[in-house]
């Protein structure tokens, strides 16, 4: 699926599209009911870390989040320097991080953070394209890239090879989103405050919910 083909509709505030959160370990227990009826339709949760660690509360949460009505997607945290990009988007789909086009399956998400891991931004890019790639051939989607607007600058150069393929989970704690990096030409999400009345943090998808699920519909 084209990125492009989600026709945004651009969130003047957080208050102004489908709100969500993400979620990991560090939340032990989550009031999914709760909140699915204070008005929040999608959760990212983490599901690994590098090719060695997988987040304990994984299944509980994701299980959780199904049975309350959401929309639900597994995070991957990369760890550019510890192996291929391709070995963690294996790793990654081996351990919760799939997806099939039921309606309710996001699109694995790609945790960008930190610092550059010592990489150029020329071998940043080159492990992005790696990981992307696995992902989209293990799975036939590509990945949600989760960055900031300072870490895709630093770490890619700004690179502007993934805006059309890969949707943007861009974080911005605040109330605007910023400066949208790499070409993209919009966020489909935007994490805009490290805090969540149900624990994480607190995202609101750029569209309504007929577009949401056709993100996880593919």
């Known amino acids: 699926m084209k990125l492009l083909s989600l026709l945004p509709v651009i969130a003047g505030t957080a208050q102004a599209a489908v709100q969500g959160f993400d979620i990991s370990h560090y939340q032990s227990s989550v009031d999914f009911a709760g909140a699915y ?69 996001l699109p694995g998400m790609l945790d960008l953070e930190g610092d550059c891991a010592g990489l150029s931004t020329s071998s940043m890019v080159s ?3 790696n990981f992307s790639n696995e992902y989209h051939s293990l799975t036939g ?6 960055t900031t607007n300072s870490w895709w600058t630093s770490c890619t150069g700004n690179s502007g090879s993934f805006h059309d393929t890969s949707p943007l989970m861009l974080a911005r704690w605040g109330s ?25 943090d607190s995202d609101v998808f750029n569209g309504d919910a007929t577009q949401l699920k056709k993100l996880a519909t593919g």
Request: glycine letters at 16%; aromatic letters at 20%; charged letters at 10%.
């Open 37 to 105: 009826s204070s008005g929040m339709r999608f959760v990212y949760i983490k599901a690994t870390e590098g090719t060695t660690y997988t987040d304990p509360k994984f299944s509980s949460h994701y299980t959780g989040a199904t049975n309350a009505g959401f929309i639900r997607g597994g995070y991957h945290f990369a760890r550019p320097t510890s192996s291929s990009g391709a070995a963690q988007a294996q790793y990654f789909v081996a351990h919760g991080g799939g997806w099939s086009g039921d309606g309710i399956t």
């Open 141 to 146: 989607r590509y990945p949600v890239i989760y």
């Open 127 to 129: 492990w992005i394209s």
């Open 176 to 200: 605007s989103a910023g400066t949208i990096p790499g070409g993209w030409p919009y966020y489909t999400i935007w994490q805009y405050k490290d805090s969540n009345a149900y624990g994480g």
